[in-house]
């Protein structure tokens, strides 16, 4: 069984910074893309930025230049530095692997975590 575990959530003012962890556990084979996602209350989950195994990034478009994505694969870990923050950066952040367990290794499967909150607050 793979689990994802996220830190680092909470409340910070407007302009602040916070640092996401999330690390992947379990019967783990191989992981291929991790990412961040996040959900405001009443929209749609999107993607906030994605970084591969070889360590190339890809970011939503309002995020890019205040966030930053990076990887330990020998933690099988993703963090998501946020600065600069706004408040329509408050949101549920989901981070999400695709990996191959050991059990299947032959088609990745998607993961995600249970959610952390992140408050901004004017």
């Known amino acids: 069984q793979v689990q994802l575990m996220e830190s680092g959530g909470g409340l910070v003012q407007v302009g602040g910074s916070l640092r996401l962890s999330c690390a992947a556990s379990g019967s783990i084979f191989r992981i291929n893309d991790m990412a961040w996602y996040r959900q405001a209350p009443g929209k749609q989950r999107e993607l906030v930025a994605e970084?591969?195994?070889?360590?190339?990034?890809k970011y939503s478009t309002s995020m890019k230049g205040r966030f930053t994505i990076s990887r330990d694969n020998a933690k099988s870990a993703v963090d998501l530095q946020m600065n600069s923050l706004k408040p329509e950066d408050a949101a549920v952040y989901y981070c999400?692997?695709?990996?191959?367990?050991?059990?299947?290794?032959?088609?990745?499967?998607?993961?995600w975590g249970q959610g952390t909150v992140v408050t901004v607050s004017p």
């Open positions: 999400n692997a695709q990996i191959l367990s050991r059990q299947n290794v032959i088609v990745p499967r998607d993961y």
């Open positions: 970084i591969s195994s070889g360590g190339d990034t």
